[in-house]
């Protein structure tokens, strides 16, 4: 009987890393965002490989706290200088364009238009990635030495496209099991032109799946969930919610192509199942593993691991996400990903699918130093060792709209609001200020600050 652990045995590693390479090529030009024809070009493409269930949920759908947003799909857009020479144009690159860009067309001097052009001085020859989903806006993205080379006079600024109700698109790929315990893959399919974060992600689930589908008999069902960042896996999520019990095991697949060694970030509870087959996996393997623990920043699991949820989801990576210096810059092309990274990154998935199956280990419940903070949490007598309960724990609620987060992605995060996002994740009724403080490793005044401002936008009540 052919198993999991047989078919890691048996993986081509050459063929299949030239295969994840040639996905990546088909995919790499394609204009993505998180919603639009690009999305469905990308999930039609995967849908040639593997079985997929495509799903549309129309603009202005509540899930969770969110709402699914208009349909962006630009067509057209560039800057002509004083002399109608086309300084910078989408054409030539994906990062041009800053994603959901409203339409315009005007003609305004530099420095009314400097406002607009996002660059990083510190690597002047990239292109940098910047989106504003929820706030309207436009913006162009260049190299930092292309801007500073720009002679003032007037400026033709030319932005064709759609932005209005549509709908948001993901795909979901199911191979049942002897059981409907799922394992699920997570790999996100917003980002244009990135070559690791996140085509990797997205060949190696695609290849997975390949791979498990060719396994006659799995104790596990799998579910490959292609979906564009944090909304989708909120609707996701929203829509799901009375089928969760069925949940075993999730990951998220992003950052496989790169020349770095594996890293592993814990689930919320730090100790499951999970994250116990990864280690297990990777030793089995003969590979070097960094682990760390939970934070709530990065991909979808603060979603899946949002305190409402609290569902055992780790991220497997090679380099992880901002610790790169290509990292959301047009350096991450494809020169960036290797195919031997992704043949290896593959296989690590399949050796944490084979523990699963073989269920040769289990989660051992709160890891020690969370029972500790939890003890703790329940005996404080200062304004550090207060205790609130978030009224939003399902999904990371909407911060943008609350004034809470900034509106321009792609670019770093503040110490403020990662704050917030500390406070709202452990604001399970378990964890006081303190405690926050000490996990997050942020001071306990910046904490403080944050549970003030969450409480008087609602999202917070003190036990």
Not at 103 to 110: D, I
Not at 176 to 205: F, K, M, R, W, Y
Not at 247 to 272: E, P, V
Not at 381 to 396: C, H, I, Q, V
Request: net charge negative; glycine share 10%; hydrophobic share 40%.
């Amino acid at each position: 009987m052919s198993t999991v652990r047989q078919a890691l045995a048996t993986l081509d590693r050459e063929a299949a890393g030239r295969s994840m390479m040639d996905l990546a090529a088909e995919l790499y030009p394609i204009r993505r965002s998180l919603t639009g024809d690009g999305v469905r070009a990308t999930l039609d493409r995967i849908g040639r490989r593997i079985p997929l269930d495509v799903h549309e949920l129309p603009t202005g759908t509540p899930v969770l706290d969110w709402t699914v947003p208009r349909e962006w799909n630009p067509r057209e857009a560039w800057i002509r200088d004083p002399s109608g020479r086309r300084v910078v144009d989408f054409a030539d690159h994906n990062l041009h364009l800053v994603g959901y860009s409203a339409p315009v067309h005007r003609r305004l001097p530099l420095n009314e238009l400097r406002p607009h052009l996002h660059s990083l001085p510190e690597q002047p020859d990239l292109i940098p990635y910047r989106t504003s989903y929820y706030v309207e806006t436009w913006g162009f993205c260049l190299p930092h030495r292309l801007l500073e080379s720009l002679p003032d006079g007037e400026y033709e600024v030319f932005i064709d496209g759609s932005l209005e109700d549509g709908s948001m698109t993901w795909g979901d790929c199911l191979l049942p099991g002897s059981t409907t315990e799922e394992v699920v893959i997570s790999s996100h399919v917003c980002h244009p032109q990135l070559a690791n974060d996140n085509l990797s992600g997205i060949a190696v689930a695609v290849h997975l799946a390949e791979a498990l589908a060719a396994v006659p008999e799995r104790r596990y069902s799998y579910r490959f969930l292609f979906a564009p960042g944090t909304i989708g896996a909120i609707a996701w999520l929203a829509r799901n919610r009375e089928r969760l019990d069925t949940f075993r095991h999730g990951l998220i697949a992003a950052n496989l192509g790169d020349g770095g060694s594996f890293h592993y970030k814990k689930s919320r509870r730090g100790n499951t199942e999970i994250d116990r087959a990864v280690a297990v996996a990777l030793a089995g393997l003969g590979e070097e593993l960094v682990t760390e623990d939970f934070f709530p920043f990065g991909y979808d699991e603060r979603q899946y691991g949002s305190p409402g949820f609290d569902l055992p989801v780790g991220v497997l990576t090679r380099t992880p996400w901002g610790r790169y210096p290509e990292y959301h810059t047009s350096a991450d092309d494809l020169s960036f990903i290797r195919a031997g990274a992704l043949a290896g990154s593959l296989a690590a998935y399949l050796a944490t699918a084979a523990v699963l199956e073989e269920g040769s280990v289990q989660s051992a419940g709160a890891a020690p130093a969370e029972t500790a903070r939890r003890r703790r949490s329940t005996t404080g007598r200062s304004a550090n060792d207060r205790r609130y309960r978030n009224l939003e724990p399902f999904g990371e609620p909407q911060l943008g709209r609350r004034g809470l987060y900034g509106g321009l992605g792609g670019a770093g995060r503040k110490e403020r609001e990662m704050a917030v996002l500390w406070v709202l994740n452990q604001s399970d009724g378990q964890h006081s200020l303190g405690d926050i403080a000490d996990r997050s490793g942020l001071p306990a005044g910046v904490i403080r600050k944050a549970a003030d401002a969450l409480s008087e936008a609602g999202l917070l009540e003190v036990i």
